[in-house]
């Protein structure tokens, strides 16, 4: 349930309404719109406290929301949500572009890969330093060392850093070196994983599961959300269908579909929603045009040779390059902002 109030309603006045509403055993979270702000309801409640806010002075309306998600939902929050991340902004006009390798290997390997990322324009150096695999003999990543390289990379390059995060108990450390963290596809409804996600203060990137519904993806992030942290990503990574043919299918239906239903930005995934390299650059452009926010891209400096054997999806630098420069143009098409940095790569 949501009660809507009138932006020229003084705060003062504002927190009477919510301390009145939270007496009643429920949460109540504030979104200010540009018009109006939105007192979201959460929780059991009586019946009758619908007829009792629509009674108080200053309210406007009382509405029912029907979803089973309610702060990731638009008529919750109407204006898209932008995540400020240092100086990046993300769901705004800016297109951003997450860049690096599946994983961190070597101080050597993500600190070159770093400075291509920053050379061609990206904004957020992606990598992974606890790698969820199929198998339990393949590489599992570099730990809290290769927190500690990236961290090292971001900051010299001038770049935020992003890392997949498995379990509760790695959050905290996560946190402590990444200015973003990654909920894979894997453990998108591990449940104790979004509470706890929850109570951080970092920026979360939600992977939408590889065969979840748009109700189930919203509903994980509705967790996070629930917990006290606003500031969620949804990511559309591709889904498993019958074709073979690539890794997955990468809906980009999912990208307006989750903008009409919810406030939260919107990025996606075209190395693993195809699983090959020759078709990064196309789908990267199509999921911008789509309406996407952003773009998360695996890129290496030796893929045939990488770790982790997802070389196959991932970008060469120069291929890496030139996908930002025609970043570039299609934003300037689409009323988008996105500029390339122009820094050679050699």
């Known amino acids: ?203 979360v990137l939600l992977k939408r599961g590889f065969s979840a519904t748009y109700d189930e993806l919203l509903n994980a992030a509705e967790y996070i959300l629930a917990g006290g942290n606003p500031n969620v990503m949804l990511c559309e990574r591709g889904i498993r269908t019958f074709e073979t043919y690539t890794r997955n299918t990468l809906d980009l239906t999912a990208i307006p579909v989750l903008q009409q239903l919810s406030h939260l930005p919107v990025i996606a995934d075209p190395s693993h929603g195809t699983g090959r390299r020759e078709l990064v650059e196309t789908m990267s452009k199509a999921s911008i045009a789509a309406g996407a926010d952003g773009l998360i891209i695996e890129m290496h400096t030796d893929p045939d040779n990488s770790m982790t054997g997802d070389g196959v999806q991932s970008l060469f630098p120069d291929q890496f390059a030139n996908l930002l420069v025609d970043l570039e143009k299609l934003a300037n098409v689409l009323g988008r902002k996105f500029d390339t940095v122009k820094q050679p790569l050699g």
């Open 1 to 203: 349930m949501i009660a809507i109030i009138s932006n020229l309603v003084k705060e003062e006045r504002l927190q009477e309404i919510v301390q009145h509403i939270e007496k009643q055993g429920v949460q109540a979270h504030v979104s200010r719109g540009t018009d109006r702000t939105v007192i979201g309801i959460i929780g059991k409640f009586d019946p009758t406290l619908a007829e009792q806010l629509r009674s108080m002075k200053d309210i406007e309306n009382v509405i029912k929301i029907s979803k089973s998600y309610k702060l990731a939902s638009r008529d919750f929050h109407p204006d898209n949500t932008i995540i400020k991340v240092k100086d990046v902004e993300i769901g705004g006009e800016q297109i951003v572009v997450m860049g690096g390798p599946c994983a961190v290997e070597t101080p050597q390997q993500i600190d070159e890969i770093a400075r291509l990322v920053k050379a061609a324009g990206g904004q957020i150096l992606r990598g992974g330093a606890f790698k969820p695999r199929t198998g339990p003999y393949s590489f599992q990543g570099t730990g809290v060392e290769g927190l500690e390289m990236m961290a090292e990379a971001g900051k010299k390059h001038g770049l935020l850093t992003i890392t997949e995060v498995m379990t509760p108990e790695y959050v905290d450390v996560c946190a402590e070196y990444a200015d973003i963290l990654q909920v894979g596809t894997r453990n998108m409804q591990n449940f104790d994983l979004l509470r706890k996600l929850g109570t951080t203060d970092r920026p």
